[in-house]
């Protein structure tokens, strides 16, 4: 038999624009190799997939001087 396919779990990402959208940006970098990135207002067009056990990191920055 094939191995099996590894166990996924999925999440929507959505990051708010507060007041200085244009100063906002984040990415997110998992384990697995899944990425993701953006500015602010931002919402998932479809939930993000890792496999489960997958560790991520978020970095988030405010370019505000």
Do not use: R
């Not at 094939?2 to 507060?18: D, F, M, N």
Request: glycine letters at 10%; hydrophobic letters at 30%; charged letters at 10%.
């Amino acid at each position: 038999q094939p191995p099996s396919a590894p166990a996924i779990v999925s999440s929507a990402i959505t990051c708010s624009s507060g007041q200085w959208p244009g100063e906002v940006a984040w990415s997110l970098a998992c384990s697995d190799g899944t990425t993701l990135s953006g500015g602010a207002p931002y919402t998932s067009s479809s939930p993000i997939e890792v496999v489960l056990g997958s560790t991520c990191e978020l970095n988030m920055t405010d370019s505000c001087k």
